[in-house]
Protein backbone atom coordinates (compact mmCIF):
# COMPACT_ATOMS: atom_id res chain seq x y z
CA UNK A 1 0.00 0.00 0.00
CA UNK A 2 2.39 2.41 0.82
CA UNK A 3 3.98 2.25 -3.04
CA UNK A 4 0.77 3.15 -4.31
CA UNK A 5 0.59 6.66 -2.29
CA UNK A 6 3.53 7.22 -4.04
CA UNK A 7 2.11 7.82 -7.53
CA UNK A 8 0.64 10.52 -9.10
CA UNK A 9 -3.07 9.07 -9.70
CA UNK A 10 -3.42 8.73 -5.87
CA UNK A 11 -3.54 11.82 -5.21
CA UNK A 12 -6.55 12.39 -6.58
CA UNK A 13 -7.82 9.17 -5.27
CA UNK A 14 -7.37 10.59 -1.92
CA UNK A 15 -9.28 13.84 -2.05
CA UNK A 16 -12.58 11.18 -2.72
CA UNK A 17 -11.20 9.30 0.26
CA UNK A 18 -11.49 12.41 2.24
CA UNK A 19 -14.31 13.42 1.11
CA UNK A 20 -16.48 10.49 1.27
CA UNK A 21 -14.82 9.91 5.48
CA UNK A 22 -13.09 6.45 4.17
CA UNK A 23 -9.55 6.48 5.69
CA UNK A 24 -6.73 6.07 2.65
CA UNK A 25 -5.21 3.14 4.53
CA UNK A 26 -8.35 1.39 5.69
CA UNK A 27 -9.11 -2.00 3.40
CA UNK A 28 -12.39 -0.74 1.17
CA UNK A 29 -14.57 -3.79 2.51
CA UNK A 30 -13.63 -2.75 6.31
CA UNK A 31 -15.49 -0.54 8.20
CA UNK A 32 -14.62 2.26 10.11
CA UNK A 33 -14.87 3.06 13.78
CA UNK A 34 -16.13 6.15 14.98
CA UNK A 35 -13.58 8.66 15.92
CA UNK A 36 -15.12 10.47 18.62
CA UNK A 37 -15.61 13.83 16.84
CA UNK A 38 -18.74 15.12 15.26
CA UNK A 39 -19.33 14.88 11.41
CA UNK A 40 -19.09 18.00 9.86
CA UNK A 41 -22.77 19.94 8.54
CA UNK A 42 -24.37 17.69 6.13
CA UNK A 43 -26.13 20.51 4.23
CA UNK A 44 -23.32 22.40 3.75
CA UNK A 45 -23.24 24.52 0.43
CA UNK A 46 -20.65 24.01 -1.75
CA UNK A 47 -20.65 28.21 -3.33
CA UNK A 48 -20.52 31.25 -0.85
CA UNK A 49 -22.31 33.93 -0.86
CA UNK A 50 -25.68 34.36 -2.80
CA UNK A 51 -25.57 30.43 -3.51
CA UNK A 52 -25.61 29.60 -0.37
CA UNK A 53 -28.32 31.81 0.66
CA UNK A 54 -30.40 30.79 -2.12
CA UNK A 55 -29.52 27.11 -0.50
CA UNK A 56 -30.85 27.90 2.76
CA UNK A 57 -33.61 29.89 1.76
CA UNK A 58 -34.87 26.89 -1.00
CA UNK A 59 -34.44 24.20 2.25
CA UNK A 60 -36.42 26.74 4.40
CA UNK A 61 -38.97 27.10 1.70
CA UNK A 62 -40.15 23.31 1.89
CA UNK A 63 -42.15 23.44 5.18
CA UNK A 64 -45.27 25.05 4.85
CA UNK A 65 -47.35 26.59 7.59
CA UNK A 66 -50.09 23.82 6.96
CA UNK A 67 -47.35 21.05 7.76
CA UNK A 68 -46.61 22.88 11.48
CA UNK A 69 -50.21 22.37 12.70
CA UNK A 70 -51.03 19.18 14.22
CA UNK A 71 -53.79 18.24 14.83
CA UNK A 72 -55.52 16.65 18.03
CA UNK A 73 -55.67 13.20 16.42
CA UNK A 74 -51.56 13.29 15.62
CA UNK A 75 -50.84 13.41 19.04
CA UNK A 76 -49.53 10.15 20.61
CA UNK A 77 -51.93 8.33 22.86
CA UNK A 78 -51.08 8.01 26.50
CA UNK A 79 -50.89 4.08 26.66
CA UNK A 80 -52.74 2.79 29.62
CA UNK A 81 -51.05 2.93 33.33
CA UNK A 82 -50.41 -0.68 33.61
CA UNK A 83 -49.02 -0.82 29.95
CA UNK A 84 -46.35 1.52 31.28
CA UNK A 85 -45.80 0.27 33.75
CA UNK A 86 -45.49 -3.45 32.54
CA UNK A 87 -42.97 -1.80 30.05
CA UNK A 88 -41.24 0.24 32.66
CA UNK A 89 -40.60 -3.17 34.31
CA UNK A 90 -39.59 -5.08 31.35
CA UNK A 91 -36.66 -2.59 30.36
CA UNK A 92 -35.72 -2.76 34.27
CA UNK A 93 -35.28 -6.41 34.05
CA UNK A 94 -33.50 -6.02 31.06
CA UNK A 95 -30.90 -3.73 31.94
CA UNK A 96 -30.42 -5.66 35.33
CA UNK A 97 -29.25 -8.72 33.06
CA UNK A 98 -26.26 -6.51 31.67
CA UNK A 99 -25.48 -5.76 35.39
CA UNK A 100 -21.95 -7.77 35.72
CA UNK A 101 -22.50 -9.16 39.52
CA UNK A 102 -19.97 -9.75 41.95
CA UNK A 103 -18.67 -13.38 43.13
CA UNK A 104 -18.60 -14.00 47.03
CA UNK A 105 -15.52 -13.20 47.46
CA UNK A 106 -15.33 -9.95 45.98
CA UNK A 107 -18.77 -9.05 47.70
CA UNK A 108 -17.21 -9.84 51.16
CA UNK A 109 -14.10 -8.16 50.38
CA UNK A 110 -16.18 -5.09 49.52
CA UNK A 111 -18.67 -5.31 52.34
CA UNK A 112 -15.42 -5.77 54.51
CA UNK A 113 -14.06 -2.34 52.98
CA UNK A 114 -16.89 -0.38 53.49
CA UNK A 115 -17.60 -1.39 57.50
CA UNK A 116 -13.68 -0.65 57.81
CA UNK A 117 -14.46 2.95 56.74
CA UNK A 118 -17.82 3.60 58.32
CA UNK A 119 -16.66 2.55 61.54
CA UNK A 120 -13.67 4.98 61.20
CA UNK A 121 -15.74 7.42 60.17
CA UNK A 122 -18.06 7.04 63.03
CA UNK A 123 -14.68 7.63 64.92
CA UNK A 124 -13.51 9.99 63.42
CA UNK A 125 -16.77 12.05 63.96
CA UNK A 126 -17.20 11.25 67.68
CA UNK A 127 -13.85 11.95 68.46
CA UNK A 128 -14.26 15.35 67.03
CA UNK A 129 -17.63 16.00 69.14
CA UNK A 130 -15.86 15.04 72.22
CA UNK A 131 -13.15 17.78 71.46
CA UNK A 132 -15.83 20.14 70.87
CA UNK A 133 -17.61 19.37 73.93
CA UNK A 134 -14.90 19.65 76.16
CA UNK A 135 -13.89 23.06 74.36
CA UNK A 136 -17.31 24.35 74.98
CA UNK A 137 -17.29 23.17 78.57
CA UNK A 138 -13.78 24.91 79.03
CA UNK A 139 -14.65 28.03 77.37
CA UNK A 140 -18.20 29.04 78.82
CA UNK A 141 -17.45 26.80 82.23
Known sequence: MSEDRGKAGDAVGSSDHEATGVDANSHPNETSRPSGKRPGRRNRAVGAGADSAAVTAGSAAV??????????????????????????????????????????????????????????????????????????????G
Not at 83 to 101: G, H, P
Not at 103 to 126: D, E, G, P
Open 63 to 140: VTPAAKKKSKTDAPRKENLFKRLRKFLREVMSELRKVIWPNRKQMITYTTIVLVFVSFMVAYISGLDLAFIQGVRWLF
